[in-house]
């Protein structure tokens, strides 16, 4: 199937704190991910992607994981500060007969951060 | 360069109307995608277009359709509407080609409202 699900609806940290949201997803076929971040009123905001040649990826603060062996890949936000607030969603990036792509999104973390 | 633009931002409805939203992409992009959000169901798949052409569609009725202007600009359509219509209707757009995955950039979105 292309399901992609998250482990857990909400996550509270301390601000300073580093943060884990984590995605499973079940197509072994899948080779591209994308981690979005969506704040309330506004569309998903690209955060960083993953191909499946690679296991770990670094950003400005932000680190994905990949575990093909288990169909699961985390973010990993560094020194979670208040602007980090939002809902996380990890989406795989299938590639459909014709050349055509299509985003397949988890359910979605809530991130909140405590002051 | 300016983002993904979508208009209107908000739209109320009567069930059994018809609906119009628009998206202009970030220029240069030729690839148009367009996504349902709701809180029970998520972000899903509506259909994407490439040059002109549309190249996947998701599991919507024949109510929902879009299409892609030689500028790129999409729209897409929701005939007689209905009260689970009501979304968060987003486009992205995405520089990749045929076959190509790359990340998608999304725009604010058109809340829609059915009553």
């Known amino acids: 199937g292309e399901s992609v699900g998250l482990h857990l609806p909400t996550l509270s940290v301390q601000e300073g704190d580093n943060s884990i949201i984590n995605c499973a997803y079940s197509n072994s076929a899948s080779d591209y991910f994308i981690w979005y971040k969506q704040e309330s009123g506004k569309g998903p905001q690209f955060i960083i992607d993953?191909?499946?040649?690679?296991d770990k990826r670094q950003g400005q603060r932000v680190t994905v994981l990949l575990n093909k062996t288990v169909k699961h890949l985390s973010l990993q936000i560094a020194a979670t500060q208040p602007g980090d607030s939002a809902v996380y969603f990890c989406a795989e990036n299938a590639l459909l007969t014709g050349g055509g792509n299509k985003l397949t999104f988890g359910t979605g973390t809530q991130l909140k951060v405590e002051l | 360069k300016a983002g993904v633009t979508q208009t209107p931002r908000y739209l109320i409805k009567t069930r059994g109307q018809q609906v119009t939203l628009s998206c202009s992409p970030i220029?240069?992009?030729?690839?148009v995608s367009w996504y349902q959000q709701t809180p029970g169901q998520g972000l899903q798949f509506l259909f994407e277009?490439?040059?002109?052409?549309?190249?996947n569609k998701g599991n919507f009725p024949g109510r929902f359709s879009g299409r892609q202007f030689s500028n790129s600009r999409s729209e897409m359509n929701v005939s007689t509407l209905e009260l689970g219509d009501s979304a968060l209707y987003l486009c992205a757009s995405s520089p990749r080609g045929f076959g190509i995955r790359t990340e998608a950039f999304f725009g604010q979105g058109t809340r829609l409202t059915v009553v």
């Open positions: 220029s240069g992009h030729r690839s």
């Open positions: 993953i191909r499946s040649n690679m």
């Open positions: 277009y490439f040059s002109e052409t549309q190249r």
